[in-house]
Structure formats: structure tokens, C-alpha cells
């Protein structure tokens, strides 16, 4: 899916919030703005690889939701957000050249990443009666999610360089190598599917207008990888979100 779609998709998603918006007294629609930081990290299902600790990222944007009955609501929001982490090889990785066919063995080797998508999630918002000021929510739901930008910085330890003399001095070869990849789309995968749970609670101020916050828990079931079918992991994340409706 190239950038056009997404943008497509994120515009008739935010053509249909706004359309609500303007029907709100009808719909018993109500929308809002909302911003969250998160930590992300890997969960690697394969043994060649490993987590290395946690992010932070961010979100930001829209949020709607469609209450269908009393205590029961549709929520949808159109954000962008922002994850980022590291995992490194447990194993070596072997590259060989193609114009002079040495082949070069990498220990160490670890990504740091940062990957940015349009977000559109949609749940089941379950909230208690008000009590003074307050009331209590939770949600369940999912929250597709589609690949805009990806980059990485890649580290690792050149070990040796292998060529048919054993005696090459190059074979003792130790140096760190670095590199920046500006463009990292092309490995991995450019959608996420993950089940989102949440709870917080709202504050009413006057009217329609109320104050938001809660917790989020974000899992992917996808492969992140999508280049490399000897690695499996998927990413997951926790955010704190607050916001307010209108």
C-alpha cells in the first residue's frame, strides 16, 4: 500500500468524523481532540533475535464517539503515531559481495528503529453512570494501522572477512560499522492489526465539553519483518492518553 492510499484512507476517515460532528445533536455524536506518549517494544516469537529495553513514542489527533445507548458507545479515532525500539541478532550474520565475492561476518548486530503510521482505531466503549463529576470507561476494539515512514540505524561488529587463503590478515579484521537507512519501508511489513484495551475516566467541565485520560494497551499480531522469513516479531505498546471532547 503506497503513500497515496494511506492518505486517502486518513482523509475519507477524517471526512467521516467531521460529517458526524456537524450531525452531533442527531447522532448523539461527539468528537474530540487527543495526545498520548507511549512505550513500545518487540515481542520476538523467533531465537535468533532478542528485545533490547523500551521506547518512547507519541500519538496525536481525532476521536469520536457514537453513543448508541446509555451507558454504550461506538469509539473511533484517525491518529498518527510514532514507535519506535531495538532488538539485535543473537546469532552472526554473513554478507558476501557480489563484485568480489568476500564474505563478511557480523556479530552483535542491532536495529534501532522508528516507524511512524495513521492509525484508525475503532472499539466498544463501556462507561458507568456519572458519578458527581465523573465517569469511568473501558473499551475493547482493534486499531489498523498503516506504514508512512520507517528508519533505521543499524550497529554491529565486523568479525572477519572469509576468503579461500586462511592466512589473509583480514580474517583477524575487528571494526564497529554504522549505518543510517533513511528509508527503511521496504523491511517491514506496511500494515499492523493489533487488539487494543483500554480504561480511564472523563471529568464533565460544562455541556457536551469533558476532560479524558487512560491507559491503552496496544498488541500486533503482524509480523513487523517482513523482509527477513528466518525472524519473526511483533510489536506491542502502552500509552497514556488524555484529551477532551466538545
Known sequence: MNLKRISAVAFTALFILC?????AQQQRFRIGMKGSLNMSWIAPSTKNISRVGSSIGYSYGLMGDFNFQKYYSLSTELVLTDISG?????????????????TTSHDNVQYDYNMNYVQIPVSLKFKTKEFGYWTYWAQFGFAPSFLTKATADITGKTIGTLFDDPTDIRVNKS??????????????????????????????????????TGIRFDNDFI????????VIAKTKFVSLNVGAFF
Open 19 to 23: 460529517s458526524l460532528a456537524v450531525n
Open 86 to 102: 531495538s532488538f539485535q541478532y543473537t546469532n552472526l550474520l554473513k554478507f558476501t559481495d557480489p563484485e568480489t565475492q568476500s
Open 175 to 212: 571494526a564497529n560499522d554504522e549505518f543510517h537507512f533513511d528509508n527503511f519501508k521496504d523491511e517491514v511489513f506496511v500494515l499492523r492489526f493489533p487488539l487494543i484495551i483500554g480504561a480511564g475516566i472523563e471529568y464533565s467541565l460544562a455541556g457536551n465539553t469533558s476532560l479524558y
Open 223 to 230: 509480523d513487523m519483518l517482513a523482509a527477513d522469513k528466518d
